[in-house]
């Protein structure tokens, strides 16, 4: 008796736990990771603990002394979206990425001549959110916190109209309006689980 006790209760307590841990993942996929209010998006936090998908480089040197947005962009995205997108291939509504600027600094190191990261420059955001851009291609509006001398940042941004970032991104993303084209992460990471994270296949693609 004493024993089928114990049983029963090892039987409670897992189920307890399956439960808690579908919920914990269910509330990790609606979290949101941005706040928007009065048609303005706060400035968004902590991404740079998100998920890291890589860096594009438009060096000014390259474009003229002002390339549209200057130096390196070091892309991230939000931890719920990158499950989803590991998970099943697809952006998730309620996406958020965001794009930080980091200028050129040295272009020598010890390592060979090249390009390497300096300081922080500007910050830029896309979301994804069927409730807040329901008229938006994609649902996908555009932000930039960005201030004209690349010193400091707006504490909020409106979003642009489609035609000054939403059409570009239509007409030449390779996947729902973002760059996977240049981001190696979310590249090998479309759909592919565990696969996803990192280490744990031998052949690089
Ligand atoms: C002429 C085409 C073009 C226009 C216009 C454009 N973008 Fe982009 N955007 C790109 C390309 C190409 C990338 C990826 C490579 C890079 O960052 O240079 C990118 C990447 C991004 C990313 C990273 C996530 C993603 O979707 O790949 C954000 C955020 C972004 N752009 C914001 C903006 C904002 C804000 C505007 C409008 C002010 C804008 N873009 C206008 C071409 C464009």
Redesign the pocket.
Same mark, same amino acid.
């Given at each position: 008796m004493q024993k089928m006790k114990l049983v029963t209760g090892g039987l409670v307590a897992m189920t307890v736990l399956a439960l808690q841990s579908v919920s914990s993942s269910i509330a990790a996929d609606d979290k949101q990771y941005f706040n928007i209010a009065n048609g303005e998006l706060a400035r968004p936090t902590g991404y740079r603990e998100w998920i890291y998908v890589g860096t594009?480089v438009?060096p000014n040197d390259m474009n003229d002394g002002k390339a549209?947005?200057p130096e390196f962009?070091n @892309?991230y995205i939000d931890p719920a979206s990158w499950a989803h997108w590991k998970d099943t291939g697809k952006f998730r509504d309620g996406t958020i990425?965001?794009?930080e600027l980091v200028s050129v600094g040295a272009k020598s190191a010890t390592s060979g001549n090249g390009y390497f990261e300096g300081d922080f420059l500007g910050l830029?955001?896309?979301i994804k959110s069927a409730e807040h851009f329901p008229d938006e291609p994609g649902n996908w509006a !555009? !932000?930039?916190f960005s201030t004209p001398d690349h010193k400091s940042l707006t504490s909020s941004a409106k979003a %642009?109209p489609a035609e000054? +970032?939403n059409? +570009?991104?239509q007409a030449?993303?390779a996947d729902d %309006? @973002?760059?996977t084209q !240049?981001y190696p992460v979310l590249r090998a990471g479309k759909g592919t689980g565990m696969d996803a994270i990192g280490g744990v296949k031998s052949e690089l693609p």
């Open positions: 594009p438009t549209a947005f962009h @892309v990425l965001i794009k830029e955001a896309t !555009y !932000y930039s %642009f000054s +970032c059409a +570009c991104h030449s993303a %309006f @973002v760059f !240049y």
